[in-house]
């Protein structure tokens, strides 16, 4: 059987990189795709860090792009040798979800390289990965973007559009111009919503706790402010005592939603897309007196992925910095270690 090199989970705080069988066809949707590129993404350490429970030995990995290697008879919208970008869930096109472009709700969804909930296979953080429904995730490689970012559009750039855009692309666009916005978290996904945000409108606050990620965020436009006491009164002050018109919330803890409660207007808007593994809790009196409106979840990003790429494609020289650092897959394990100490906005891993 002939073998691939790929990173696997090991238990908590430990990856390594060993020999696997390349996987197979199996059913006649599948498509094998030859990796090129794969991204180390913040809620991988979710599972890294043992927040998340997940059994051991799978294959991380949902942001890559890469070449498809072979196809099953009844793929017909790629072939081999095609370049091809793939949507960190997998979607099946004909459910009531996919139907509507609610494809990250798809009923027969597979989420790449997560064991979770039983719907995880394994990842791209390998030579070769098997790709189900592959007429329906796949997506030819645009030539929009340069190809070096292409592993963005896996997930953390249409989620950081998905989280800005569920909002302003709906507002006239007056009013989104005059809005105040405030995104809180400045990791990748913050970097892209920041970057999304400022499309629409020229007044993007950045709220993190480490320095070096909000002079990243005010590189690309927005006004940082470091996680203090003041950062209500700040936005309060900036707003005439209102308020942020949306907040946009990317970390996914308690706090994080606390301190966007106590930001936004009355009248005023909530995206959250952070992974929040607990529990929220919220005041009553606060939530009626702020008649406030706020959604959650996972980003659809086959459904809205035209959109969110034609958004990229004018902003990727301000987010074109997160794909800087490339390492080889060899070093998964290092890489691994330098994300987890926030030493890097992000990690591409190179395969061989």
């Not at 794969?38 to 998340?52: I, K």
């Not at 991380?60 to 070449?67: I, L, Y």
């Not at 909530?270 to 009553?284: D, K, P």
């Not at 080889?328 to 891993?349: C, G, M, V």
Request: with cysteine.
């Amino acid at each position: 059987m002939e073998t691939m090199r790929a990173a696997v989970f090991k238990e908590v705080g430990k990856i390594v990189v060993e020999d696997r069988p390349i996987p197979q066809i199996a059913s006649p949707e599948d498509a094998i795709v030859k990796v090129k590129l794969a991204g180390v993404c913040g809620s991988d350490l979710h599972w890294y860090r043992g927040h998340q429970k997940i059994p051991a030995d799978f294959i991380p990995g949902h942001e890559f792009v890469g070449t498809v290697a072979a196809v099953g008879d009844g793929v017909k919208t790629v072939k081999p040798g095609d370049d091809v970008v793939t949507p960190f869930t997998t979607q099946c096109g004909e459910c009531f979800y996919c139907k509507r472009q609610q494809t990250s709700r798809c009923e027969k969804s597979l989420l790449f390289g997560n064991r979770s909930h039983g719907i995880g296979i394994d990842g791209g953080q390998a030579e070769y990965v098997k790709v189900p429904f592959a007429d329906t995730t796949l997506v030819l490689s645009p030539e929009s973007v340069r190809p070096e970012l292409l592993v963005l559009m896996s997930d953390i750039f249409p989620t950081g559009y998905f989280c800005a855009s569920r909002y302003l692309k709906n507002m006239p666009r007056s009013e989104a111009e005059e809005s105040v916005v405030v995104v809180v978290g400045c990791g990748p996904v913050g970097i892209c919503a920041i970057a999304a945000a400022l499309t629409w409108c020229p007044t993007v606050y950045a709220v993190d706790l480490v320095p070096e990620r909000l002079a990243e965020a005010e590189k690309i436009g927005a006004k940082a402010l470091l996680l203090d006491e003041s950062v209500e009164a700040t936005i309060k002050a900036a707003t005439n005592g209102r308020g942020a018109d949306v907040v946009l919330e990317v970390v996914g803890n308690h706090d994080a939603m606390q301190l966007s409660l106590a930001m936004v207007r009355p009248f005023g808007y909530i995206s959250c897309v952070g992974v929040y593994l607990g529990n929220y809790t919220f005041s009553g009196p606060t939530l009626h007196a702020k008649n406030m409106t706020i959604a959650w979840g996972r980003c659809p990003v086959k459904g809205i992925f035209q959109e969110s790429l034609d958004c990229l494609a004018k902003v990727q020289d301000k987010v074109g910095f997160l794909c800087d650092l490339h390492m080889p897959l060899e070093d998964a394990s290092q890489a691994y270690e330098i994300f987890n100490q926030r030493k890097a906005h992000k990690i591409i891993l190179d395969m061989p």
